[in-house]
């Protein structure tokens, strides 16, 4: 999980080519990447819509999100302002799925299904204030950068950096996979050709 947002933006843009070319093969066609150069693309994006492509015969809206390790958890995203109790981009999400990338594995994740999640753990901070969750002692730990539990969930604050400035706090939660099983639609394994950042798309579950 990158905190600076220049080389955040500049990972994903590298991976996009290789994700293109195992979505072609996986049979996801007519793909369409939203561009922030234009006023459809930036309001797409500011829904969380990274592309538009044909998956599974349907026309589809998709988010994707890049994180650098493998784990068996997704980080979630609940709050792109801490001041301000801006809700993040899963809450806000107008994508049909997730396409949530991890280095050896990529995870489909149905949007609707996972904002019932979030509303059903009462992590929607359209809800509550969700900082009102956390004790003095856990608020201490989140603000100097650590990881706190709280009713089983890990939570941590992730600053993001743009231009060598402090631009917004972001809270975070970690959402095991195993609480996820009605909100993943697939799994697949990621398999790289030799010396190369290419990959195909083969299914786990």
């Known amino acids: 999980m990158y905190n600076n947002f220049a080389?955040?933006?500049?990972?994903?843009?590298?991976?996009?080519?290789?994700a293109n070319n195992a979505y072609k093969r996986l049979g996801i066609t007519n793909i369409k990447r939203c561009s922030?150069?234009?006023?459809?693309?930036?309001?797409?994006?500011?829904?969380?819509?990274?592309?538009m492509a044909t998956y599974?015969?349907?026309?589809?809206?998709?988010?994707?999100?890049?994180?650098?390790?493998?784990n068996e958890d997704i980080l979630v995203?609940?709050?792109?302002?801490?001041?301000?109790?801006k809700p993040g981009s899963y809450i806000k999400s107008q994508a049909d799925y997730i396409f949530y990338h991890m280095p050896w594995?990529?995870?489909?994740?149905?949007v609707a299904k996972l904002q019932q999640k979030i509303n059903e753990l009462h992590l929607n901070p359209n809800e509550r204030d969700l900082m009102e969750g956390f004790n003095q002692d856990q608020k201490s730990r989140l603000n100097s950068g650590k990881e706190v539990e709280c009713n089983g969930l890990g939570f941590r604050i992730f600053?993001?950096?743009?231009?060598?400035?402090?631009?917004?706090e972001g809270l975070c939660v970690f959402l095991p996979l195993d609480k996820l099983k009605d909100v993943i639609v697939t799994k697949y394994?990621?398999?790289y050709f030799s010396?190369?950042?290419e990959y195909t798309l083969e299914r786990d579950i």
């Open 7 to 18: 080389k955040a933006c500049e990972f994903e843009k590298k991976a996009m080519e290789p």
């Open 36 to 51: 922030w150069n234009t006023e459809g693309g930036r309001k797409n994006q500011k829904n969380d819509i990274d592309l």
């Open 56 to 70: 599974n015969g349907k026309r589809v809206k998709i988010s994707e999100k890049f994180r650098t390790m493998d």
């Open 77 to 85: 995203e609940l709050l792109s302002g801490i001041d301000n109790h």
């Open 105 to 110: 594995s990529l995870y489909v994740l149905d």
């Open 159 to 168: 600053p993001t950096y743009i231009a060598g400035n402090l631009a917004w």
């Open 189 to 191: 394994k990621k398999k």
């Open 195 to 197: 010396d190369s950042a």
